[in-house]
């Protein structure tokens, strides 16, 4: 049997916010750490070091969660955890390392089991290189590093006894270091590529976005304005629908609502609809941003591709982007817009047709 004591009373300095509450998929980074060990028959207690002052921002987990006072530094917290620690063996893992999965806390406390300890190791894919002032001074052979993650099974009366013997100041960025200098050597386990430590904001871009696509065509008409992302283009014929028309907007409105786990437009603003006769698309698209950030989602990047045989587009690529900057709020730098033909074949290459496709992402 084991007790698993979980670090979340770390600062976030380098995240910039509270790391450990940040949304993964509707669950929170902390409480992704910890369900894999609810799930091991193995596991007696967990115990949850948090800042004292933050023992009530915790009540969510209290239900046969220990709470333990967390300290200044990693080391202090551990300690303060390990005096709550009663079975025979402890994992200790940080907080905010959500992928943790069952399969690799189980490998840990079997090598705990058998060598009274058990550290989960990856070897370098990058080359190491010792640095001073700017230069590399030493190129040591990669072969003989790892890096080490958590969770770190113990034997508890060894750990324990390893950080009785800590003076006051020490401080160590993990467990497997106090165990090597006051008890032995510990024992390796092959660590998971996919358990990483979410340190700074570039580790969670990408993990939490929704993602959505969207595409339209309409025919193209005698008598008929040409409006393509908001802006009108001199040609001798336009779109043609029910409102503008605008394919390029149509298509942004459909990914931004496909990514938000929305109705499509063809359901939001049907043709049946006479108000919307005629509407400029961009009226319709603030009423999609306004129920995207109604769903507690922010916009962060759209990709638009406009595919026409006629007129040429690609002049209108600073004005297509401008417009939907303001419409979107989002910095130019996040949007891209793109512009092909379908070499004279269907009903675009002919002229007959302007469709658009849109990818976005929303965090
Ligand atoms: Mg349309």
């Known amino acids: 049997m084991f007790d698993a004591v979980i670090l979340a ?10 790391k450990l509450s940040l949304d993964l998929g509707g669950d929170s980074v902390l409480s992704r750490a910890i369900k894999p060990f609810k799930s091991c028959p193995k596991l007696q207690n967990i115990i949850l070091a948090v800042k004292k002052e933050h023992f009530s921002l915790y009540s969510d987990f209290s239900n046969g969660i220990i709470l333990a006072e967390g300290g200044k530094t990693r080391t202090e917290s551990v300690k303060s955890a390990l005096r709550f620690v009663t079975a025979p063996y402890v994992l200790i893992h940080d907080g905010a390392r959500p992928f943790v999965t069952a399969e690799l806390i189980e490998n840990v406390y079997d090598t705990a089991v058998k060598y009274g300890s058990g550290i989960p190791a990856l070897p ?4 190491v290189r010792r640095i001073e002032n700017g230069f590399i001074r030493e190129c040591p052979d990669r072969g003989g590093f790892c890096a080490v993650q958590t969770p770190q099974g113990f034997d508890s009366m060894k750990i324990k006894a390893a950080y009785s013997k800590l003076s006051e100041n020490d401080a160590f960025t993990d467990d497997s270091e106090v165990y090597q200098k006051y008890c032995s050597a510990p024992a390796v386990v092959e660590g998971d590529p996919m358990n990483k430590k ?5 580790d969670i871009l990408g993990i939490s976005a929704k993602v959505g696509t969207g595409f339209d065509v309409h025919p193209l008409a005698e008598n008929r304005k040409l409006v393509l992302c908001g ?3 001199p040609f001798e014929k336009g779109l043609l629908g029910h409102s503008d028309a605008d394919a390029a907007i ?24 006479e108000s919307l006769k005629g509407v400029s698309s961009l009226s319709l698209l603030a009423l999609v941003t306004e129920a995207v950030r109604k769903k507690n989602l922010k916009i962060h990047s759209v990709s ?22 303001a419409a979107l709020q989002i910095p130019e730098e996040n949007i891209g817009i793109g512009f092909t033909t379908t070499e004279k074949l269907g009903i675009i290459g002919e002229g007959r047709a302007i469709a658009a496709s849109s990818i976005v992402s929303l965090v």
């Not at 009373?9 to 509270?18: E, F, I, L, V, Y």
């Open 124 to 127: 370098f894919s990058d080359s």
């Open 231 to 233: 802006v009108e283009i």
């Open 9 to 18: 009373a770390g600062g976030s300095m380098r995240m910039g916010k509270d």
């Open 304 to 325: 638009l591709t406009v595919i026409a045989e006629k007129p040429k587009l690609s002049p209108y690529r600073q004005r297509f982007a401008e417009t939907l900057s």
């Open 250 to 273: 149509h298509a942004v409105m459909d990914a931004l609502l496909s990514a938000a786990g929305l109705p499509d437009i063809g359901v939001l603003f049907p043709d049946s609809y």
């Open 198 to 202: 979410l340190t700074s904001p570039a």
